[in-house]
């Protein structure tokens, strides 16, 4: 079985993750700090850029595979792969360790939790029918 709708949005948000991690990269070879972020607040700003990535983005994509594999309407997958794309995006830019409250950092957050909750209603609904 063939998963075109979830590899394509996996594949763009690779390119994602990998630049959050060649940031983190980096930031590790202009410190010279290989573990943790011995206080330095740009490498530690990096490094929660990149693991909010890797705590969140991993869940959607199984989950969208999942309701692809169950025959998930198209249109619904391809607005939820957008709207992760959009939010992944959004996240990192809005995502500074002086500053709490930023509008990138929202809108991330609600494109990404709301499209997983989505996918998790939908995979109960395809096999559950409530």
């Keep these: 079985m063939i998963f075109p ?7 763009l948000l690779a390119v994602i993750g990998l630049v959050l991690m060649f940031h983190v990269i980096a930031m590790r070879g202009k410190t010279g700090i290989s573990i943790l972020h011995g206080d330095d607040m740009q490498l530690a700003q990096a490094m929660r850029r990149h693991g909010n ?3 969140t983005v991993p869940l959607a994509l199984i989950l969208m ?8 309407n198209t249109v619904l997958l391809h607005v939820i792969g957008a709207v992760l794309m959009i939010a992944r995006i959004a ?5 500074h360790h002086d500053r709490m ?7 991330g957050t609600v494109g990404t939790v709301l499209p997983t909750v989505v996918l998790i209603g939908v995979a109960l609904w395809q096999v559950t029918g409530w």
Excluded: C, K, S, W
């Design 65 to 72: 595979g999942i309701v692809e594999a169950n025959g998930g």
């Design 91 to 95: 996240q990192p830019l809005g995502l």
């Design 5 to 11: 709708i979830t590899a394509l949005y996996a594949a």
């Design 101 to 107: 409250i930023h509008p990138l950092r929202a809108v």
């Design 53 to 55: 990535f890797v705590e």
